[in-house]
């Protein structure tokens, strides 16, 4: 059965995607192109965090219907949770796989192609949010995606995910150790931690991601890894006290939400931490990690405008604290979107489209250049680069341990090394 993989959203996704995607050929699946013609079945994982992801969904699926007529397509993702019906009303939707349902994704497929095309009822795929998936992407050569949480207990005012995704959970830590160790076997050296609210894991088992983090340190092969989607209250200054001293393989480079620089649209999100908060965490970070000679620390910060009840001063605070106090290496823009069922969707205060739109340019020009401030002050620091196996034009391309991203003349031997090189 040749069967192609379309991966639409987050790192996460593209890490369950991959785990799919290995257990199928495993069974003797062959994967090709969804552009290819070729494709006999279509495996679609789906994003749900705005409204214009919904359409891209629907989209995508039109689309692979129109290529391959008599290709069954099978969904899984936020979307499949939360969108049900508008996806089995879909025509060449063979099975829809909700939240709790993706340990069934493959075995499913397999059995569908197994009994002659023996339909597969869409309404047997349902359930409530509640199991784990383990899962890690093996998509490229140096960096996997590895998936150490699920789910949210935060409820924000704004936010589908706790409905998509379900409460927050995980696997043991011994088991992510041993997923870590396989990965390790497979020939990568850097892992990214990744996760709905990566600092909130160990609500299911009892644990914490200090202690994850400490057991991970010890995995052999692994040279780096780094932090992706942790809450600003829930990046201890123990952990980050541990990181500066003892926690060697953890990167300078953490993705952290802030969503808004103003307390007032912050309290009405439902966020557990004002502005003082937070930039007093990336003041502590930055104290205990940096210093002469080091490499800057990359913070990289999710921001949303246009948010119900944000004015024009308002959303100038934001800019402001992202300006002069924080000064991240990027800012993630996000337009807020309108979503059924959430508080802020109710308020009759919604901000016109055209001006999310302007507040986003605002902040996207902003990034661009705290990127090159961010580039700029680790000039002539030496960094430590992975570096991966494209080559372009002659030249290869990696990443410092604070997402710097170089090149050099292409050479085979420093594929997947870490190489020492000053900025």
């Known amino acids: ?31 090709v192109s969804w552009t290819s013609g070729k ?38 993702g936020c979307y499949a949770q939360l969108k049900r019906a508008e996806i ?4 060449g939707v063979a099975a829809v796989f909700g939240a709790n349902q993706k340990g069934l994704v493959v075995d499913t497929i397999w059995q569908h192609f197994n009994s002659e095309g023996a339909e597969v009822k869409a309404s047997a795929c349902q359930g409530a ?8 992407s093996s998509g490229e050569r140096t960096r996997s995606f590895l998936k150490v949480q699920d789910g949210c207990n935060n409820f924000c005012s704004y936010c589908t995910v706790p409905y998509a995704r ?9 088991q992510i150790v041993r997923q870590a160790e396989e990965i390790a076997a497979m020939g990568y050296t850097e892992i990214v931690l990744s996760g ?14 200090f202690e994850l983090i400490q057991q991970l340190q010890k995995v052999e092969g692994i040279e780096r890894y780094r932090i992706s989607s942790i809450e600003p209250n829930l990046l201890t200054e123990e952990m980050v006290d541990w990181i500066a001293t003892e926690g060697t393989k953890f990167l300078p480079h953490f993705h952290i939400p802030l969503q808004s620089g103003s307390d007032e649209i912050l309290s009405q999100m439902g966020r557990k931490y004002d502005t003082e908060y937070f930039a007093r965490k990336i003041d502590y970070i930055r104290s205990r990690m940096e210093g002469p000679g080091k490499p800057k620390v990359f913070f990289g910060i999710d921001v949303i405008v246009g948010f119900p009840g944000e004015s024009d001063e308002l959303f100038q605070q934001t800019y402001r604290f992202l300006e002069e106090r924080v000064k991240p290496a990027f800012i993630h823009v996000f337009p807020y979107s309108r979503r059924p069922g959430t508080p802020a969707a109710a308020r009759k205060d919604q901000v016109q489209d055209g001006v999310k739109t302007d507040r986003v340019a605002a ?9 090159d401030d961010f580039e700029q002050s ?28 170089v090149s050099r003349k292409y050479d085979e031997s420093l594929v997947g090394k870490i190489t020492e090189m000053t900025i």
Do not use: W
């Open 39 to 76: 494709a006999e079945a279509f495996l679609v994982n789906t994003c749900s965090v705005t409204e214009r992801s919904d359409s891209k969904c629907r989209s995508a699926i039109r689309k692979l219907h129109r290529l391959c007529p008599d290709a069954p397509i099978f969904v899984t």
């Open 378 to 405: 680790n000039k002539g620091i030496k960094c430590k680069v992975l570096f991966e196996s494209a080559c372009k034009k002659g030249m290869m391309m990696g990443y410092t341990e604070n997402y710097i991203q």
């Open 196 to 209: 709905v609210n990566t600092g909130d894991f160990g609500k299911s088992t009892g644990e914490t991601f």
């Open 166 to 174: 379900g409460e927050s959970r995980n696997a043991p830590i011994a």
């Open 88 to 91: 089995e009303a879909l025509d």
């Open 1 to 31: 059965m040749r069967i192609a993989f379309v991966t639409l959203g987050c790192k996460l996704n593209y890490a369950e995607t991959s785990t799919y995607e290995r257990h199928l050929l495993e069974k003797g699946c062959e994967a």
């Open 363 to 371: 902040l996207e020009s902003l990034c661009a250049r705290l990127h």
């Open 129 to 136: 949010a509640g199991e784990f998936f383990q899962a890690h």
